[in-house]
């Protein structure tokens, strides 16, 4: 059985049951690290990917629900060369300890600031409330979020 | 544990790296052993190599858990060695070319790896020099090192990369070459941005969970309802129709299953979860009455502080007892290892933090040979102690060993990790103390139970990894034991810094353990200083005083004192705070230890009496690291110690039952989220001629008991069992 899906713009075919949760074939079809297994009850975030623009979590969501669907990974925003302004501010402010939980909280921020580019802190929290973080970044996550708002707002 | 300390103290976050200069190394002495690590790895060749390409190669025996520490042992080794830290590559962990430096924890690891390296390093370059200066024909004490070229006054010169093949670093370190003095330092010191973060914020592999061998297959585990029990039959025939399952395996008690792609031994194992019937082991003690229950059970009983002196018979007496549930390290990311057997050797990929103790658990379980099995590490989620990270390493090789040739990938389940991991014990505190007239307190009496805080592999001398005690030929844990005071275990921060004419202070060192336990972030101290703090603040009640000023009262120790006194003034505190019901401040102060890092912290919290809600609003903390070698660094640690505080605080419990744990997902064990997390502020009280303290460990203690005053102030009643949640909170307000 293979399933066509459209992840960061490219239409790939991967050789997976309909039911597969997106989360397993991001990782081991499409050796995309980005989306992490936390949970497998949509409760963490760490798997957090956009479809359609939307935060969703991976790991409950089967790939015959994403026929023609846009699907965007960390990997797709940018790259250690290219980074997305999400990224340079978690580089920036150095807003990760062990960084298992950082894929959802760029995610889910892009999602926030996608819709809503000048969020106010309590938004940024608000948006994240659903992202677990375990080492207690949360404030320099907050601070990064706030920073890369301000930085697209300027180009 | 102190699993974060190392990085914790000393290399962290933004702004960069933090050494601490504080350790230079003493050079060899006559007649003792090596400095830091080279007392157990001599060879210079096991920690530095230069290459061909003039870059360095450097090993240690410490692994990175998301504390930076690779970063930071690296500027060591570019500094000595006088090479960009661009030309600095860094092998940790791996039991196959890294020194044995046994588990990263305990804030040692630049004292221990980093003075290795440090020396290793300058003598290597001297080396590389004597080479030069024979081929440049002038002595090597004109020579000049920059960027890995070595040039002479005369204009001569000749890179590292020439030299590589000459020099020999196959050979027993003297540790007689002196480092660079601080003052002459270009990269340590720098805030050097940690190189692993580019790659955790772009998706590049990062993680052991990333890892992908060719030919690699897929395992999960199936673990009992409870402890203790056996398996008593598996049809395994519905398991074995599943398409892509290629093993069940099986050995005594211990079941899993292979498939060759993952959400198939995702499914597998829901329907091997079905097939398999138990034996149930022992029952669990009734939560209602745990501690109690713990309290019952065999202790060593150890007076670990006394002081004499006669107490006035007309003092007031008062008493309180407190509590700490067990917690869980709840890492946001299972544990997972990747294992694979080729021709009898056995490799284990692992997040564990100590890849030595692990290999020897490993070789004891499978009876195999030293030499036959090698750990590798790589990084998981953020450990905070002992979780399951050794554990899935042995499962993964147990699955290994029924497909030969295959690399096994095993990442636990949620429920797996939660139900499953050691979790900091629960304990519980007593306190007796006697106020004279003058509201002075001039006895104190102390007394805790607790079980031991780590039975990390090789602790004891049984197995200490979880499958190796359901095994087919099972194998025991062995006696628990605890590190001794002053540092100590349950008793961490147990003796009080303040100074009280009369003391004692008892630790029970209860023996059995119900549920299983071991080493979560600050041992005993958070719980230790939650009770300690909060009996202060009763006191400082009962005696009409002020909580600082009662502080101050009792405290001789000028570094203790100047840290309250800097919170309270950050915090704009002021005698008889009065509350309006919902609004609360209060104090809490410790030394971690009583021999690292000084924390006092001010917290302001909101009670909403109809939810039982208690808001974290802000806290304000001051701490005296002594040197501070990166005050940013230093911050977010101390930031990160306060919101995980919290999150224990208000939050945090792992529930279970009779029939076993009850905490299986993050709906029952709930963390602190983003909308709850308080705005910290930090001062920190810069010591340049005082040695560099352990932080990252050290402002747990003092939030808890800011929180817990704060709260009392704010509605005139006292919790003391944590954690603070709404049904407990409404309870106590009733």
């Known amino acids: 059985m293979a399933v066509s899906l459209k992840v960061n713009g490219a239409i790939r075919s991967v050789p997976a049951e309909p039911d597969t949760p997106l989360l397993y074939v991001l990782r081991n ?21 956009l ?5 969703v979590r991976s790991c409950v969501t089967s790939i015959d629900q994403l026929n023609g669907a846009e699907i965007t990974t960390l990997e797709g925003l940018g790259t250690i060369d290219k980074p997305h302004a999400l990224q340079r501010a978690f580089i920036g402010e150095q807003a990760a300890q062990c960084g298992y939980c950082i894929n959802g909280m760029i995610m889910a921020a892009k999602a926030l600031l996608d819709a809503k580019p000048h969020p106010s802190e309590a938004e940024v929290r608000e948006a994240l409330a659903g992202n677990l973080c375990r080492c207690g970044t949360h404030g320099r996550i907050i601070r990064a979020v706030l920073h890369a708002a301000s930085e697209m707002g300027r180009t | 544990m102190n699993a974060s300390l190392s990085r914790r103290d000393f290399a962290k976050g933004l702004g960069g790296i933090v050494l601490a200069f504080s350790l230079d190394p003493a050079l060899a002495q006559p007649g003792k052993p090596l400095p830091g690590s080279l007392a157990t790895n001599k060879m210079l060749d096991a920690w530095i190599r230069i290459n061909a390409d003039g870059t360095a190669t450097v090993f240690t025996g410490k692994v990175e858990l998301g504390q930076g520490i690779l970063t930071a ?32 924890s305990g804030s040692q690891s630049i004292e221990y790896s980093g003075t290795a390296l440090r020396l290793a390093a300058a003598e290597a370059r001297a080396l590389l020099l004597e080479l030069a200066a024979a ?18 006054a005369n204009g001569r010169s000749i890179a590292y990369a020439e030299l590589a093949a000459a ?13 660079k003095p601080a003052g002459a330092h270009k990269v340590v010191g720098l805030p050097v941005e940690r190189f692993d973060i580019p790659g955790k914020v772009t998706g590049k592999a990062a993680y052991v969970q990333d890892l992908r061998l060719p030919g690699m297959v897929h395992g999960r585990v199936v673990r009992p309802p409870r402890y203790g029990s056996t398996l008593a039959s598996v049809d395994e025939t519905k398991v074995r129709a599943i398409p892509g399952v290629i093993a069940v395996v099986r050995d005594g008690s211990f079941l899993g299953v292979i498939a060759e792609r993952e959400e198939q031994a995702v499914k597998a194992r829901i329907a091997l979860t079905e097939a398999a019937r138990w034996t149930l082991g022992p029952e669990l003690p009734d939560p209602a009455h745990i501690f109690e229950h713990l309290k019952a059970l065999p202790a060593k009983v150890e007076v670990i502080g006394t002081k004499q002196s006669p107490v006035d018979a007309s003092a007031r007496v008062i008493e309180a007892s407190y509590t700490k549930p067990y917690m869980a390290h709840a890492s946001i990311g299972p544990s997972a290892a990747v294992a694979q057997f080729n021709d009898g050797k056995l490799t284990v990929w692992t997040h564990s933090q100590g890849v030595f103790p692990l290999r020897a658990e490993i070789v004891k379980t499978l009876k195999l040979q030293a030499g036959d099995v090698r750990c590798v590490h790589h990084e998981g989620s953020g450990c905070y102690g002992h979780n399951g990270a050794d554990d899935v390493g042995l499962d993964a090789a147990l699955l290994a060993r029924a497909v030969p040739g295959k690399p096994v990938r095993l990442q636990w389940m949620r429920d797996d990790e939660f139900a499953w991991e050691p979790y900091g014990p629960a304990m519980a505190m007593q306190a007796k103390a006697s106020l004279n007239g003058e509201g002075r307190i001039v006895d104190w009496n102390y007394e805790l139970w607790s079980n031991t805080h780590s039975t990390r592999p090789q602790s004891t001398t049984g197995a200490n990894v979880l499958a190796a005690w359901y095994l087919a030929e099972p194998q025991q844990m062995g006696p628990p034991t605890s590190p001794p005071q002053p540092a100590g ?11 009280f004419p009369s003391q004692r202070v008892v630790h029970h060192f209860i023996q059995d353990m119900p549920l299983r336990v071991s080493a979560l972030r600050t041992l005993g101290a958070y719980a230790n200083v939650f009770a ?11 005696a009409g005083a002020d909580p600082v000023a009662f502080r101050l009262a009792h405290l001789k120790d000028p570094r203790g004192r100047a840290a309250i006194e800097k919170a309270a003034q950050l915090a704009g505190w002021t005698p008889d705070q009065k509350s309006d019901g919902a609004h609360g401040r209060g104090i809490g102060f410790a030394k971690y230890k009583n021999l690292a890092c000084y924390v006092a912290v001010v917290a302001d919290v909101e009670v909403d009496r109809a939810s039982g809600r208690v808001s974290v609003l802000r806290a304000f903390a001051a701490a005296d690291a002594g040197l501070v070698i990166n005050p940013d660094g230093l911050t977010n640690q101390l930031e990160g110690g306060i919101i995980q505080s919290t999150s224990w605080t208000l939050h945090e419990e792992v529930k279970f039952d009779r029939q076993g744990i009850l905490s299986r997902d993050w709906s029952n064990y709930p963390i602190l989220t983003m909308p709850e997390v308080p705005k910290v502020e930090v001062a920190l009280i810069n010591r340049p001629d005082e040695r560099a303290l352990g932080s990252g460990e050290a402002s747990q203690g003092p939030m808890v008991a800011a929180i817990a005053n704060a709260f009392a102030n704010a509605t005139g009643r006292r919790i003391r069992d944590l954690p603070f949640h709404p049904a407990r909170v409404k309870a106590t307000l009733a």
């Open chain 1, 29 to 49: 079809d499409l050796e995309l690290n980005a989306a992490k297994f936390g949970c497998g009850a949509a409760q963490c975030g760490a798997c957090t990917v």
């Open chain 2, 489 to 499: 275990g349950g008793d961490r921060n147990a003796i009080p810094l303040y100074d």
């Open chain 2, 167 to 179: 020099v020999d670093l196959h050979r027993e370190a003297t540790a007689n070459v002196k480092p």
């Open chain 2, 532 to 542: 300690l703090e909060s009996f202060m603040d009763e006191l400082a009640l009962a």
């Open chain 2, 73 to 104: 042992l690296a500027q060591i080794a570019a500094e000595e060695l006088d090479l960009p830290l661009s030309r600095v590559a860094m092998i940790s962990g791996d039991t196959g070319r890294t020194p044995n430096e046994g588990v990263t």
């Open chain 1, 51 to 55: 479809v359609n623009g939307q935060p």
């Open chain 2, 135 to 152: 081929k440049l024909q002038v002595d090597a004490s004109q020579l000049r090192v920059t960027d890995g070229i070595i040039s002479a």
